[in-house]
């Protein structure tokens, strides 16, 4: 069975910093690109990140671009989100994603809240 | 970038009634889009693929259709457990763009 389980979400003041795991299980992580996706509370999906299967192509929303970092380490199993200067702006529940071809893979998703 | 418009943002109907949800890319990008479904506090659904092809698992109520730049999310007979938010995703250029949503609520 596939699993994505994110964590490291939080309370952090703006300026601050977090990093957001997601470790996958249940199928060839190597083998798949992978996503970030967050939602603001009460609004609509916004795409964060993606990575390619090793890491050779990486692209972010214009709205964390030079803020977030994705990477992987597919030895471990995991995708990570390096975010930083965070804003109100950015709080939402970050959720990672396989999502591509014929399957489509969510995990529950992690809560990030920057207030002070 | 792409930009998705979806619409109606929000629409009420009966159990029974048939839906229709719509969005529109602001180029062409093939049939690469993808439709979601998600209830509150729950992570999104993917329901169709493809712009046209059925998620395994999925009731065969739910069908997608288009190409290019329209795009089409019907569902023939709603069921109570529909009422949900849905969503489009195309995934066309390197970076993905949701539509707006729409909220099916109950008549």
């Known amino acids: 069975e596939v699993q994505l389980v994110e964590s490291g979400g939080g309370l952090v003041k703006p300026g601050g910093s977090l990093r957001l795991s997601c470790a996958a299980s249940g199928f060839t992580f190597s083998s798949y690109s992978m996503n970030w996706v967050r939602q603001a509370p009460g609004k609509g999906l916004e795409w964060v990140s993606s990575i390619s299967s090793s890491s050779s192509y990486i692209y972010y929303a214009d709205s964390v671009k030079g803020r977030f970092t994705i990477s992987r380490d597919n030895a471990k199993n995991s995708l990570y989100l390096q975010m930083n200067s965070l804003r109100a702006e950015d709080t939402a529940v970050y959720y990672c994603a396989r999502d591509s071809g014929t399957n489509s893979y969510w995990g529950q998703g992690t809560l990030v809240t920057v207030s002070s | 970038d792409i930009q998705m418009t979806q619409s109606p943002s929000s629409l009420s109907a009966s159990v029974g009634d048939r839906v229709t949800i719509t969005c529109r890319a602001s180029q062409g990008i093939r049939n690469d889009l993808g439709w979601y479904q998600q209830k509150p506090g729950k992570a999104p659904k993917r329901l169709i693929y493809a712009a046209s092809s059925l998620q395994s698992g999925v009731p065969s109520r739910f069908s997608g259709s288009g190409s290019g730049t329209e795009f089409t999310l019907t569902i023939s007979s709603l069921q109570p457990e529909d009422f949900a938010t849905y969503y489009c995703?195309?995934?066309?250029?390197?970076?993905?763009?949701f539509g707006q949503g729409t909220k099916v609520e109950i008549k």
């Open positions: 995703l195309q995934h066309n250029s390197y970076s993905w763009t």
